[in-house]
């Protein structure tokens, strides 16, 4: 099994926004970490908090986002950062933050990966664990047709297949796409994708205190009609890359790299995170041979 190196940053960098469901600001700041570190998160603005790995254990429930929490503290909306890290095959780094909720930029990861990508990347001395899938995993929700289905590819690497479509009446169209990822395709195809939302969905997030400091430069905001508000569409559809965005930053809760095959029909971060619990239940780390 061929397994590749570990990597880092070469120095650390920052960066600064504000979250889009709590409206906080905070400073982001990545720090390269020695091999088998892992990702992290650490809340420097609560004193004494140790750094929270970004691992499936360290999920906690959240509505429309991934967060993580330890000891009572907690970071949210992670997603956007761990698919930034996974696509560009960054594995080790402690990223400090400052406040409750890692910042939406535009809705992408795109600047996120421009930040990682000036700070530099070098590789480590010791080979990054993989996870090769020997059997199909599936996860499906009991009350709709919703599921995740991984299952193993006769080659090394990682494709993920999404579904996306919210029936006839949505006016966002059913659209399906699939990425074989790697840093180059990533980088071209997915980062710059924007997390999305109906008009219609906007009152009531607003509501329940979500969103209040968000306008329609920082994400897509789709009307009855199907038109993005106040926004253009980087590509036609970018609502099915953005969902793929986010199935890999979830998946990259599995703290290793990944072999196979997923296919996502209608999911979302409950049902990603339920397939790597699942996943980790049935599969153990590969053996490596070599480093590529």
Known sequence: MLC???RT???TVETQGVGLFTGTDARLRFVPAP???GIAFQRIDVAGSAPIPARIEFVVSSQRRTAIARDGVQVEMIEHVMAALAGLQIDNCLIEIDGPEVPGFDGSCRDICKLLLAAGIVEQDSLREIISLLMPVQVSADDSDIEVVARPMNYNGLAITYQLDYGDRSPIPPQNLTIEITPETFVRDIAFART?????????LQ??????RVTHQDLLVFDANGNVIGNKLRSPDEAVRHKILDCLGDFALIGADLRGYFNAYRSGHRHNHDLVRRILLTHQNSQCSEAV
């Open 196 to 204: 999305f939302v109906l008009d219609t969905e906007v009152a009531a």
């Open 35 to 37: 091999t088998d570190h």
């Open 9 to 11: 940053l070469r120095q």
């Open 4 to 6: 590749r190196s570990q």
């Open 207 to 212: 509501a329940a205190g979500y969103g209040r």
